[in-house]
């Protein structure tokens, strides 16, 4: 049974910083697809970042390019995004997504595309 644990929101003024970890159990290799979307009420889940478990470059959305990374530990199961430069429309609930593959460019930010979820994790940033 594969568990996706998040850890890490919380709130922050703009401008701020906040990182969030995400821990991955039941996986029996190493080799996949493992990120975040977000989600505000009333308005779809969104793919924030994106990374390969067994490497290659990530994934950003344009809105987060250049103040968010997404990084994992030498413990492959576990990813952390680290949030930058934070703005309130970052405000939302920030979900933990897996799937066993690769993260292709087409498909990284398709919510139908991923089978294992977190929780989510709050991040509000005031003004």
């Known amino acids: 049974q594969v568990e996706l644990v998040e850890s890490g929101g919380g709130s922050v003024q703009a401008g701020g910083s906040l990182r969030l970890s995400c821990v991955a159990s039941?996986?029996?290799?190493?080799?996949?697809?493992m990120g975040w979307f977000r989600q505000v009420p009333g308005k779809e889940r969104e793919g924030v970042a994106m990374i390969y478990t067994g490497g290659g470059s990530p994934y950003y959305a344009d809105s987060v390019t250049g103040r968010f990374s997404i990084s994992q530990d030498d413990a492959w199961n576990n990813v952390h995004l680290q949030m930058s430069s934070l703005k309130s429309g970052d405000a939302a609930t920030y979900y933990c997504a897996a799937r066993r593959s690769g993260c292709e460019s087409v498909s990284w930010s398709v919510v139908t595309q991923f089978d294992r979820w977190g929780r989510g994790t709050q991040v509000a940033v005031s003004s």
């Open positions: 039941g996986y029996s290799d190493r080799r996949y697809c």
